[in-house]
Structure formats: C-alpha cells, structure tokens
C-alpha cells in the first residue's frame, strides 16, 4: 500500500512540476513560445476545468466546510465581545453579513498590520496588531467569542497559539477554530516546494487567491493534536468535530484532480487523522 502511494505520489509530483515550470514562464520566455495570449487561452482552461471539477466534487463530497462556524455565528449575542483573529483583510464578518452583528463588539486581530488596514473600512470596531503565541497580558480574558479561520496553520508553534487563544477567552467563553490538515496533499506540497515557486503557482492557477499565499508550517495540525493542546490549556470540546474533505487546490486539470481524488480516498482509508480541514469549537473551563 505504501508503496502504491509513493507511485502516485511521484505522478502527481511531476504534473504539478510541469505546472510550476509553465508558471515560472523562464523557459517558454527563452525559447519564445509564449505570449499574452496563450497565457490567457490557458487560464481559461484551468478556470474552465476548475469549474467543472468542482462542480463534480459537490457530488461525490457531501460536506459542509463551514457547518460549525454557521451554528457558531448564530450563538454570538449584542452583548458579546467578539475577537477575529487572523481574519485580516476577510473577517468572518465580511462572509456572513446577514447574521446578528450590530451591537457587537467585533474586533480585528493579527499580525500583519497591512492586512488589517486593508479589511472593509468600519467593519471592525477596532483592530491590534497580534502575535497569538505572544499574547500581552492585558488582554487576559478580554473576549466572549474568538473565531479563528485559516490562521492556525500559518504558526509555527502550535501549543502555544492554543494557549493564546485560551488565554483570551473568557470563563464559559467559546472558540471557533479552523484550519488545514497537515496531511492533505495541499499541505504536503506547501511544506516541499520552495515559497516563491509555490506562490508563482498559487496565483497563476488561481487569479483570484492573488494576496493571499502567506508561509505555512501546519505544525500538529490534525483534531487530535489541537484537541489535546485544547484540554491542556483548559478548553473543553462545544461542537462535534466537523471534518472537510472538500477542495479546490486540484481541481485546475481533471488528470490531476483524479489523481488527487484517489490519494484522497486512500489516506481516508488508512488515517483516520486525515481530512482537507476541519473545524472545533470549544469552550473554556470556568
């Protein structure tokens, strides 16, 4: 069995190789075979594709990413004083614009200044600039709610990212937590190609993620791991783990999204860690 992952394991490498020498241009720039327009021609088949794969994927996956955060969402009261943690330049907020906002205190937090003042003006009621794995001591206990989406696998240390969080929940506060698997396929290649190569790729394939690409280590990223840190540091388990196994970084060329698929199903089969990502909620003990 190991062996026939490592088999398509090299396949899929060198699709994706041929891939990132198409978006790196220097060869077809050298021998002059490529312009403006089959760059563009060639867009429009991986949007194409991407389409189309996608389309095939809510089919054979029926799941909901976002489930828990929904249900979290709709626990948050005007009351609360609500942290956004990573959110940046695409707060929570921004997604779901029709749940209960007003009265809330709905703060933006992270590390990349830049990020936060390139969020919608208004749309947080104030934003810091945050380390969660160094966390002030003022801000102990501060937050009622803390959503954090698409963060945790861009930490290097994991621990103590959990124990930021913890930290700034309140007694009976609740934590909404989201992020990659370190064993989906995605999160292997992040961790193998080299950062320029894979953000040359990231928005050549998908225009629409230019921005985004920031350094990933997904260290313990798996429910297990961040469950156990989660108790460590006084967090109880809220909602049922809910476990995604929706994507679209493969679904540029169908080849490719049918190799991915089949490594898919095989590691869902064999690991019982793996998913493309999942979402905890938990509560801090009082």
């Known amino acids: 069995m190991s062996r026939l992952l490592e088999s398509f394991y090299f396949v899929f490498m060198l699709i994706i190789s041929s891939c990132c020498c198409y978006a790196c241009g220097s060869c077809s720039r050298n021998f ?3 312009d403006d327009m089959e760059h563009h021609v060639l867009a429009d088949f991986f949007s194409w594709n991407t389409r189309l794969c996608s389309s095939l994927d809510r089919v054979l996956v029926r799941d ?12 948050i009261r005007p009351e609360h004083r609500v942290a956004d943690v990573g959110g940046g330049k695409q707060p929570a907020r921004l997604k779901y614009p029709d749940h209960a906002w007003n009265g809330v205190a709905y703060e933006g937090l992270d590390i990349d200044d830049t990020e936060l003042r390139s969020a919608p003006p208004g749309i947080y009621s104030r934003v810091r600039v945050v380390d969660i794995t160094d966390v002030p001591g003022e801000m102990s206990e501060s937050y009622d709610r803390i959503i954090c989406r698409n963060t945790l696998e861009h930490v290097r240390d994991m621990d103590r990212a959990i124990g930021g969080l913890a930290m700034m929940a309140r007694p009976n506060g609740k934590i909404y937590v989201k992020t990659t698997c370190r064993f989906a396929l995605y999160a292997r290649l992040n961790r193998i190609l080299p950062e320029v190569l894979k953000r040359r790729l990231l928005f050549f394939l998908f225009p629409h993620k230019s921005g985004d690409g920031f350094p990933a280590f997904y260290d313990r990223c798996t429910v297990r ?3 156990d840190l989660a108790s460590k ?5 809220s909602f049922p783990v809910n476990q995604s196994y929706y994507s679209t970084y493969f679904t540029f060329l169908m080849p490719v999204y049918f190799v991915w698929r089949f490594f898919t199903g095989i590691q869902y089969l064999i690991n019982k860690d793996y998913s493309e990502r999942f979402e905890l909620v938990f509560e801090k003990r009082d």
């Open 32 to 34: 002059g075979i490529a």
């Open 64 to 75: 909901s990413e976002n489930a828990s955060l929904e249900r979290f969402l709709t626990e």
């Open 225 to 227: 791991e961040i469950s």
């Open 233 to 237: 540091h006084g967090l109880n388990p």
